[in-house]
């Protein structure tokens, strides 16, 4: 499995911006999508962003479209999420995931993505 390390969580104000990073390691050559999802206390793990790692297209989850963008740097094996105009409820753990053993088609789902990282804390307060 791919290995993934996330940071650039922390605190912010509503309407301010944050960018997550999420770093790959270990297989890397294998990675097809990279994907961010979010889980708030009391909620399920929710998709935010996803990049196909090879065409460059994008998805978005409607809470978070025309707000958030998501792009990668190949050589360095990196996913970025910018995350602007930010609300308290975009409040939760923010994951990187990846897809890795075989393309799937899908974007959206949790069980799409086989590798996950620990998760960043983005707080938004108001």
């Known amino acids: 499995q791919v290995q993934l390390v996330e940071s650039g969580g922390g605190l912010v104000q509503a309407g301010g911006s944050l960018r997550l990073s999420c770093a790959a390691s270990?297989?890397?050559?294998?990675?097809?999508?990279m994907g961010w999802f979010r889980q708030a206390p009391g909620k399920e793990r929710e998709f935010v962003a996803a990049?196909?790692?090879?065409?460059?297209?994008?998805y978005f989850g409607s809470s978070v479209k025309d707000r958030f963008t998501i792009s990668r740097d190949n050589a360095q094996n990196t996913v970025y999420l910018q995350m602007n105009s930010l609300k308290p409820e975009d409040t939760a753990v923010y994951y990187c995931?990846?897809?890795?053993?075989?393309?799937?088609?899908?974007?959206?789902?949790?069980?799409?993505?086989?590798?996950w990282g620990q998760g960043t804390q983005v707080t938004v307060s108001s």
């Open positions: 270990a297989r890397t050559y294998s990675i097809l999508v």
């Open positions: 995931a990846a897809q890795s053993l075989y393309y799937t088609g899908d974007y959206y789902s949790r069980t799409a993505y086989d590798s």
């Open positions: 990049i196909n790692w090879r065409a460059g297209s994008t």
